[in-house]
């Protein structure tokens, strides 16, 4: 079945590799209705936000046409929830606003959406594999599995079969982007994919060997040079390496270090928020759980506030009825030594301060936590 897969999408990469021969583009859309009408919205180059080219949107569609010399990633935003990335390249390329990741047409284009689609069908895989893993406990132990509610398994097991599921889908995926990026490793489809593809992989040392195999072109781009400094730095805070250390003021103005946390027993859970971060927000009472039930237990859980004002610390601490410490990120070390570029982000430290896993969150976060405490992985 996989090699049935992997068939299947080669032939459709092939097939959309080919080289555009128009010599003008026609960039085109539709809108649901007037609302936008009279507005003029630009083609803006991703790489560095340059305005490419405008128009006016008029009877719900809007047209840009032009030429290019070197197609670029670029994107066409008519609201913050209405828009959509594509490549610029000479051809005419209609874009899904409301799919956002869909365009078609040309033939780089026509690549993302085969892209896009094959990262759609993977999620799917893995759901159904995991469903299956789920479904196949329940009936070993003699239970029909619900087909509503309560669905879980015991951490032990996940942790065992898990990965080899994630192994399978990160193999499929492996595969796929050393194809595309045989061919187009000094194009704006490398770059498409490097940035913005789901199916481009997280291993960091994949991401390493494919970044030092791209051309002069690709890396000229702003975009992917500061993917190549991100990268270099989550190699050096990857799982099994040891922190880095960030230094700052606490609440109250005193100084404070991450390396105070260390060497005393516990096991650390750093959590980087801000007050204006939502999703920030909503691991707060998960992070109070892990707090109250384990702060005797062998747990520490500290709160990095990073790319904020230093009054709002204060604030947001007694807001949010944070019990646990705070380090004010003066120096902004967090984005530059440990590659972070979106919050929050926790990261669980092994009592001598080795990274042992990275970007916990909700749920999931509680149970990897009490998983390594009830081990002592």
Not at 168 to 175: A, K, V
Not at 197 to 208: A, E, N, R
Not at 328 to 355: C, M, S, W
Request: with cysteine.
């Amino acid at each position: 079945m996989k090699n049935v897969f992997l068939g299947i999408i080669s032939c459709l990469l092939l097939f959309c590799s080919c080289t555009a021969t128009s010599t003008a583009y026609h960039v085109k859309g539709e809108l649901k209705d007037s609302t936008f009408d009279g507005r003029t919205i630009y083609i803006i180059q991703r790489d560095n936000h340059a305005k490419i080219d405008s128009t006016r949107i008029e009877g719900n569609r809007f047209s840009f046409n032009g030429k290019i010399d070197t197609a670029v990633c670029c994107e066409v935003s008519v609201d913050k929830n209405i828009y959509a990335f594509f490549i610029l390249e000479n051809g005419t390329i209609s874009l899904d606003l409301y799919g956002h990741v869909f365009p078609q047409g040309s033939p780089m284009n026509e690549q993302i959406t085969d892209i896009n689609k094959t990262a759609d069908s993977l999620q799917n895989i893995f759901t159904a594999q995991l469903d299956s893993l789920i479904d196949a406990y329940w009936k070993k132990n003699g239970i029909e599995p619900p087909q509503n509610g309560d669905r879980e398994i015991p951490q032990e097991v996940l942790y065992e079969q898990l990965p080899s599921i994630v192994a399978h889908i990160n193999l499929i995926e492996d595969s796929i982007c050393r194809e595309i990026l045989s061919r187009h490793n000094n194009d704006a489809l490398g770059q498409y994919l490097i940035m913005y593809s789901y199916i481009y992989p997280t291993d960091i040392d994949k991401q390493i060997e494919i970044l030092d195999n791209i051309g002069p072109w690709l890396r000229s781009r702003k975009d992917i040079q500061k993917k190549i400094k991100k990268v270099e730095a989550l190699k050096k805070t990857a799982v099994g390496q040891p922190y880095i250390d960030i230094e700052g003021r606490d609440v109250n103005g005193n100084d404070i270090a991450l390396s105070d946390f260390f060497n005393r027993g516990n096991y650390v859970l750093m959590d980087m928020w801000a007050s204006w971060c939502g999703p920030c927000k909503q691991e707060i009472p998960n992070l109070a759980y892990l707090h109250n039930k384990y702060k005797d237990k062998g747990l520490t859980v500290v709160g990095i506030f990073v790319w904020d004002k230093e009054k709002n610390m204060k604030r947001a601490v007694e807001k949010e009825k944070i019990t646990w410490p705070q380090i004010f990120d003066v120096q902004n070390n967090v984005r530059k030594n440990y590659g972070v570029e979106g919050i929050p982000h926790i990261i669980l430290f092994a009592p001598d301060g080795t990274i042992l896993a990275r970007n916990l969150r909700g749920k999931n976060m509680i149970t990897d936590v009490e998983y390594t405490l009830q081990n002592k992985r």
